[in-house]
C-alpha cells in the first residue's frame, strides 16, 4: 500500500465518470495519496457522494459528456494526463432495458471518444477503461470466468460493455503500438458495494432505504449469484494495475477483480448479511426481507470470476469478506447518524483498508 501512495504523489490523473459512486471513492483514494486530479463527467445529482465528500474543491472539475468529442478532447489535452481512468458509463442492466440507445451512446461511442481524445495526450503513460464482470458469454456455469472466456452481454448495459472492451483492444491494436504509446488494459469487476451509494435499482441502495423506513426489502431474484465485494476491493486493483503498467508495459492487458469464492454468494444470503449487520446496530427499526414479483426482463441467475491472472500477475487479493464488506456499508451508514460526516467515515474506511494510520495523510 505504501508504494501505491508513493507512485501517486503529484501524478496528474484525470478520471471519467468522477462524480459517479465509483468515481467519487476513486478521487478520494487519488487525493489522499497525493495526485492531482481532473475529473471529467456529468454534473453531479444534489446528495451525491461526490458532493458529500466535498470534492470539488479538491481537483479540477469539469462538466461534460463523454459523448461530446470536442470538449472532452481538449480537455485532456489542457490538463496532459499520466494516468487516465475511464470510468463514465451509464451503469444500469434495468435503465438499459428502458433507454438502449442512450445506453450505446455512452457506453461504446463514449469510449471510442477516449481514446481518440487520448491519441492527442502526448503525457500519458497508462490508460484503463472499467468494464464489469458482465462482459462475459454468460453460460450459467459454476466456474468462474477467465479473462479469455467470450465477450457477448446479454443486455444492453452488458452488451455495450463487451463493445467496450473490443473497442479498447482495437484501438489498441490500431494506434497505440510504438514505444511511447501508452500502456492500456481492460478491468472487470463483481458488483460493487459500499457506503454513499444512492443508485436506483441497486441491492445494498434499496435494503438502506427500505431498513431505514421499517419497510420489509423486497428481492428479485434471491436464488441469483453474483460476485459482490467492497468497492475499496477492485479500486485497489485498478490502482495497483494502473501504476504496474505505467513502470512497465508487460502488465498491460485484460484483469478481472472479484472477490474469493466463498464471497460469491446468492442475493438472498447478501440481504440476510445485510438483515443481520443492520439489526445488530439498530436501536429503531429492524431489517427483513421477502421475494418481490420478477421484472420478466433477462438477468443472469449465476456469473462468477476466476482473479487468477490478478492474484499471480499483480499481487492483487481480496481483503475482505462479503460480510465484512457488508458490515463496512452498516457502519458507513450508521457512522454519520451518529454524529460523524459522511467524508469522516469514508476517510476512516480508506484509511483502515490501506492500512493508515495518521489522519494527517488524508489531507483533512
Same mark, same amino acid.
Given at each position: 500500500m505504501e508504494d501505491l501512495r508513493k507512485f501517486y504523489k503529484n501524478k496528474k490523473v484525470f478520471v471519467t465518470g468522477h462524480t459517479g459512486f465509483k468515481g467519487a471513492w476513486l478521487c478520494r483514494i487519488l487525493f489522499h495519496f497525493g495526485a492531482e486530479i481532473c475529473g471529467y463527467a456529468l454534473k453531479e445529482e444534489d446528495g451525491s457522494l461526490f458532493s458529500l465528500l466535498q470534492l470539488e474543491r479538491k481537483m479540477q472539475n469539469v462538466t461534460g459528456d463523454i459523448r461530446d468529442l470536442e470538449q472532452l478532447k481538449k480537455t485532456m489535452m489542457a490538463f496532459e494526463p499520466e494516468i487516465v481512468f475511464h470510468m463514465a458509463a451509464q451503469p444500469l442492466v434495468?435503465?438499459?432495458?428502458?433507454?438502449?440507445?442512450?445506453?450505446?451512446?455512452?457506453?461504446?461511442?463514449?469510449?471510442?471518444?477516449?481514446?481518440?481524445?487520448?491519441?492527442?495526450?502526448?503525457?500519458?503513460?497508462?490508460?484503463?477503461?472499467?468494464?464489469?464482470?458482465?462482459?462475459? #458469454?454468460?453460460?450459467?456455469?459454476?466456474?468462474?470466468? @477467465?479473462?479469455?472466456?467470450?465477450?457477448? *452481454?446479454? +443486455?444492453?448495459?452488458? &452488451?455495450?460493455?463487451?463493445?467496450?472492451?473490443?473497442?479498447?483492444?482495437?484501438?489498441?491494436?490500431?494506434?497505440?503500438?510504438? #514505444?511511447?504509446?501508452?500502456?492500456?488494459?481492460?478491468? @472487470?469487476?463483481?458488483?460493487?458495494?459500499? *457506503?454513499? +451509494?444512492?443508485?436506483? &435499482?441497486?441491492?445494498?441502495?434499496?435494503?438502506i432505504k427500505a431498513a431505514a423506513k421499517g419497510e420489509v426489502i423486497l428481492v428479485r431474484n434471491p436464488n441469483s449469484i453474483r460476485p459482490y465485494q467492497h468497492v475499496l476491493e477492485c479500486l485497489y486493483g485498478y490502482l495497483l494495475l494502473s501504476m504496474k503498467q505505467y513502470q512497465d508495459k508487460k502488465y498491460e492487458g485484460a484483469y478481472n477483480f472479484g472477490p474469493e469464492e466463498d464471497s460469491c454468494v446468492t442475493t438472498g444470503e447478501l440481504v440476510s448479511l445485510f438483515c443481520e449487520s443492520w439489526n445488530e446496530r439498530s436501536t429503531q427499526s429492524l431489517a427483513s426481507w421477502n421475494t418481490e414479483r420478477t421484472t420478466g426482463l433477462h438477468e443472469a441467475n449465476y456469473l462468477k470470476l476466476d482473479c487468477s491472472k490478478a492474484k499471480s500477475v499483480l499481487g492483487w487479493k481480496p481483503k475482505w469478506s462479503v460480510k465484512e464488506a457488508i458490515e463496512k456499508v452498516v457502519d458507513w451508514e450508521k457512522g454519520y447518524k451518529n454524529g460523524k460526516s459522511r467524508r469522516e467515515v469514508t476517510d476512516f474506511q480508506i484509511r483502515e483498508f490501506f492500512n493508515e494510520k495518521d489522519n494527517s495523510l488524508l489531507g483533512i
Amino acid at each position: 500500500m505504501e508504494d501505491l501512495r508513493k507512485f501517486y504523489k503529484n501524478k496528474k490523473v484525470f478520471v471519467t465518470g468522477h462524480t459517479g459512486f465509483k468515481g467519487a471513492w476513486l478521487c478520494r483514494i487519488l487525493f489522499h495519496f497525493g495526485a492531482e486530479i481532473c475529473g471529467y463527467a456529468l454534473k453531479e445529482e444534489d446528495g451525491s457522494l461526490f458532493s458529500l465528500l466535498q470534492l470539488e474543491r479538491k481537483m479540477q472539475n469539469v462538466t461534460g459528456d463523454i459523448r461530446d468529442l470536442e470538449q472532452l478532447k481538449k480537455t485532456m489535452m489542457a490538463f496532459e494526463p499520466e494516468i487516465v481512468f475511464h470510468m463514465a458509463a451509464q451503469p444500469l442492466v434495468l435503465e438499459s432495458y428502458l433507454n438502449p440507445v442512450y445506453t450505446y451512446e455512452t457506453n461504446v461511442l463514449g469510449t471510442v471518444n477516449v481514446l481518440e481524445a487520448l491519441r492527442y495526450c502526448q503525457k500519458t503513460k497508462s490508460f484503463l477503461n472499467v468494464t464489469t464482470d458482465k462482459v462475459y #458469454e454468460n453460460r450459467e456455469w459454476c466456474w468462474g470466468y @477467465r479473462e479469455n472466456e467470450n465477450l457477448c *452481454g446479454y +443486455d444492453p448495459y452488458s &452488451n455495450s460493455k463487451s463493445c467496450s472492451e473490443l473497442v479498447t483492444y482495437s484501438y489498441k491494436q490500431s494506434f497505440f503500438q510504438d #514505444e511511447t504509446a501508452p500502456a492500456i488494459s481492460t478491468a @472487470r469487476s463483481g458488483n460493487v458495494i459500499g *457506503g454513499g +451509494d444512492f443508485s436506483a &435499482n441497486r441491492i445494498i441502495p434499496d435494503c438502506i432505504k427500505a431498513a431505514a423506513k421499517g419497510e420489509v426489502i423486497l428481492v428479485r431474484n434471491p436464488n441469483s449469484i453474483r460476485p459482490y465485494q467492497h468497492v475499496l476491493e477492485c479500486l485497489y486493483g485498478y490502482l495497483l494495475l494502473s501504476m504496474k503498467q505505467y513502470q512497465d508495459k508487460k502488465y498491460e492487458g485484460a484483469y478481472n477483480f472479484g472477490p474469493e469464492e466463498d464471497s460469491c454468494v446468492t442475493t438472498g444470503e447478501l440481504v440476510s448479511l445485510f438483515c443481520e449487520s443492520w439489526n445488530e446496530r439498530s436501536t429503531q427499526s429492524l431489517a427483513s426481507w421477502n421475494t418481490e414479483r420478477t421484472t420478466g426482463l433477462h438477468e443472469a441467475n449465476y456469473l462468477k470470476l476466476d482473479c487468477s491472472k490478478a492474484k499471480s500477475v499483480l499481487g492483487w487479493k481480496p481483503k475482505w469478506s462479503v460480510k465484512e464488506a457488508i458490515e463496512k456499508v452498516v457502519d458507513w451508514e450508521k457512522g454519520y447518524k451518529n454524529g460523524k460526516s459522511r467524508r469522516e467515515v469514508t476517510d476512516f474506511q480508506i484509511r483502515e483498508f490501506f492500512n493508515e494510520k495518521d489522519n494527517s495523510l488524508l489531507g483533512i
